[in-house]
């Protein structure tokens, strides 16, 4: 005989891949004739962005492009040249399963780079990046809440769960013409352009977001051939894009993080045809995870009264989201050239981001590495680049907050300055806008299955209406009434007890 048994349906994702696939990048690279000779070379970097992504079958197809920047002088030292080649990449990850439906959350970091000069127009470049990937399969978790017959005796339990309702990653576009100042040379070339998104207000309809927040972009250019220092400018501007999300509702409590993978910036002749335009395109990734509260009864224990029940159990794993925190912190670096003196800051910025948030002694800490980037005029008149990887840490109070938790980081850079100490040192000051979603995590054992053993009937003695039993405090009543095939709220009628677990030691009578 097997029982019917009443479910309720739990969305959820399962993580199916969560790693990184590194890409090897190997190339010679001769200059294009427009650019002088190489004297030295200040920096060499590699910038992946990713373009596409598909998943078929159990692969995982990423496509997207690399940017090489070479940043050198020449032989007289200014203006500071800038060589740049794009290539093309194509990764293959393998899952370990065909998926049905799944979601790719996937981005771009840079390992290592190594560049030297073979000749005044050749360069060797060796350097890796990676591809990272996190891919969840949509899953349906049947929760059983109840069995249903008159000889059942069930234990339940109150779970409250955030249904996963809704996951996308989106890419968006946001394009400018943008003027140079007044008062500013016209741009003869860039030197190197950067961007920070954020993002400051999100509205939810039904299956869609609206973002709305603002871009910052920061180029730096050359204003001619001869010794004339580089120019700055920077310009904000505000975004407000359309997210398509499945599933996702005004009810429901979104983890939405949006992050920048590079901008591509022209220069542009004005109607009087001087360069004083930069056309830019800024490429933006806005991931989305909508969850949706809700509580649930689940059967975790059962036995019959009348006769033996085979039951069978599945471990089953759930999560709360329990808040989204958004701090900011503010960094501060003195770092130290002695051997070549400062005498002007060209740039300073930050190449790459890690961080990661855990629980210490009460308070969320995050904890993580900045790359301070720093272009500058030494002592002696010659531009020269040096850059730091700096560790930072700040917490967040969370004394009083359940401890049984997860975290989820990430870094945003939303400014950066700086200031020259004496000849020789620098403070760089980093502001650090940072998110974690805190999830707590629950495991439990589920029924299942339930059927009767019909080949092994239950033995009463049929002679007896009650059994004396000698309990030890602390007993619970659920076990003792199971092991007589018996129900607790029948003992705790013939004993007159309304706790589920024996206070004192003592006679029990158990009705059979």
């Known amino acids: 005989m097997e029982y019917h048994l009443s479910t309720e349906v739990l969305q959820g994702a399962e993580v199916v891949f969560d790693g990184c696939q590194e890409q090897p990048l190997d190339l010679a690279l001769s200059l294009p004739d427009y650019c002088p000779d190489i004297q030295r070379i200040l920096k060499c970097q590699i910038y992946p962005c990713i373009t596409s992504k598909s998943i078929v079958g159990d692969s995982l197809e990423v496509n997207g492009n690399t940017l090489l920047r070479i940043l050198y002088v020449d032989a007289a030292g200014l203006p500071i040249r800038c060589c740049e080649k794009i290539n093309t990449f194509t990764t293959n990850i393998p899952m370990k399963k065909t998926l049905e ?35 969840l399969e949509h899953v349906q978790q049947d929760v059983l809440c109840n069995i249903d017959g008159d000889d059942i005796e069930q234990k339940k339990s109150e779970i409250e769960a955030s249904n996963i309702v809704g996951m996308t990653q989106e890419t968006f576009s946001v394009n400018e013409v943008l003027e140079i100042s007044d008062g500013k040379p016209p741009a003869e070339t860039i030197i190197r ?16 977001l609206i973002l709305k927040g603002e871009v ?53 002749s004005d109607s009087s045809g001087e360069n004083m335009l930069f056309e830019a395109e800024v490429r933006a990734m806005a991931h989305v995870t909508a969850y949706m509260d809700e509580r649930f009864t689940v059967v975790t224990d059962a036995y019959s009264t009348t006769q033996n029940l085979k039951l069978e159990y599945k471990q089953h794993t759930v999560h709360k989201l329990i808040e989204i925190l958004h701090d900011t912190s503010v960094q501060k670096n003195q770092f130290e050239v002695d051997d070549i003196g400062i005498t002007q800051v060209i740039d300073v910025w930050n190449e790459m981001k890690s961080v990661t948030a855990c629980l210490e002694d009460g308070n969320i800490v995050y904890t993580g590495k900045l790359n301070i980037c720093i272009l500058a005029i030494g002592g002696e008149g010659k531009p020269f680049y040096f850059e ?91 076990n003792i009434a199971r092991q007589y095939y018996t129900s607790v709220s029948a003992i705790q009628e013939e004993n007159d007890i309304a706790d589920e677990n024996i206070m004192t030691k003592g006679m029990l009578f158990i009705p059979v």
């Open 193 to 208: 352009s950067d961007c920070a998104i954020t993002m400051d207000d999100m509205k939810i309809l039904d299956h869609k």
């Open 216 to 268: 910052v972009v920061k180029i730096l250019y050359a204003a001619g051939m001869g010794e004339v220092p580089p120019e700055h400018m920077e310009y904000t501007i505000p975004y407000s894009q359309m997210v398509d999300c499945a599933g996702i509702s005004e009810q429901c409590m979104c983890d939405v993080r949006v992050d920048t993978m590079g901008a591509d910036v022209q220069i542009k």
């Open 388 to 478: 730091r990887m700096v560790d930072f840490k700040c917490s967040h109070d969370w004394s009083n907050r359940p401890e049984d938790i997860k975290c989820d980081a990430m870094v945003h850079i939303t400014g950066i300055s700086y200031r020259i100490t004496g000849n020789s040192g620098i403070e760089v000051k980093a502001e650090l806008a940072l998110t974690v979603a805190i999830l707590q995590e629950f495991s439990y054992q589920a029924i299942v299955k339930a059927f009767a053993d019909e080949e092994h009937p239950i033995e009463k003695d049929k002679n007896a209406a009650l059994i004396i039993y000698y309990a030890e405090a602390g007993e619970s009543l659920w």
């Open 101 to 135: 439906n799944p979601t790719a959350f996937v981005k771009a970091k840079v390992d290592y780079v190594n560049c030297r000069a073979t000749s005044p127009r050749k360069l060797d470049i060796h350097g890796a990046f990676s591809i990272c990937a996190k891919v």
